[in-house]
């Protein structure tokens, strides 16, 4: 297994575009999240799923952004109407849920998408 | 979830120990410390995580104070590949990663 996947690592729009981001979690995770990280910041939780179900969304994740996970496998995030503040970088993260113990509970991150709004 | 507060940033000699403080005075009896560390432009990387005992690894180790309410993560000989930001994190492990991170503590290692 090769960890977390994102896909593209980088991508250029300009503003009024819609983009979308895919992440591969790890194989056998069933637990999937999504941050965003601006410069200089910590990384910012927008939303999670288990399996197929969108368990929790925060307030950061404005009606322009969805996020599927149709299979419970690879997820989906798309920016609609981009705007030059979702310039960031975007993380995708999986777990084991429950973990099989407790050395196990920690969530890997992908490498990160990063967006540029011109 | 608590919150956690660390310094900006410190700086290390190759080859000693690296000392990073995190301040969590209100976390919660069944909330975890979780260490992670970000090398420039990449994602998050777990290092450690503890509940109360203290905690050793292949990468690191983690000291919990009796009251819980500070912790230190320690880098044992640091090197040059050890220049990151590190995030210490409070979260219920058997609840959501829903991680608050903070702006961590940018670790710099010095030749």
Redesign the interface.
């Known amino acids: 297994d090769t960890g977390v996947s994102q896909d593209p690592r980088h991508k250029i729009t300009k503003r009024g575009q819609n983009v979308t981001f895919r992440c591969d979690p790890i194989s056998e995770h069933n637990r999937l999240y999504w941050y965003r990280q601006t410069l200089g910041q910590g990384p910012e939780f927008l939303t999670y799923f288990q399996n197929e179900a969108q368990l929790e969304k925060s307030r950061l994740l404005s009606d322009r952004f969805s996020a599927e996970r149709p299979k419970g496998s690879f997820s989906t995030l798309e920016i609609q109407r981009t705007e030059q503040g979702d310039s960031a970088m975007y993380l995708c993260a999986s777990s084991l849920w429950p973990a099989p113990g407790p050395r196990n509970t920690e969530a890997f991150f992908g490498q990160g998408t990063r967006l540029t709004v011109v | 979830d608590a919150k956690t507060t660390q310094p900006p940033s410190m700086d290390c000699a190759e080859g000693r120990a690296a000392n990073l403080p995190c301040n969590h005075s209100t976390i919660s009896g069944n909330e ?1 410390v ?1 260490w ?1 560390r970000q090398i420039h ?6 290092i450690i ?1 503890g ?1 109360k005992n203290n905690e050793t690894n292949e990468m690191a180790s983690l000291i919990i104070t009796e009251d819980r309410k500070s912790s230190t993560l320690i880098l044992p000989h640091a090197t040059l590949r050890d220049t990151a ?1 590190y ?1 210490c994190i409070v979260s219920q ?2 609840g ?9 503590t940018r670790l710099k290692v010095l030749a």
């Open positions: 975890y979780y992670y432009s990449q994602g998050p990387q777990y995580h509940l930001v995030y492990t058997a959501t990663y829903k991680y608050i991170f903070g702006t961590g």
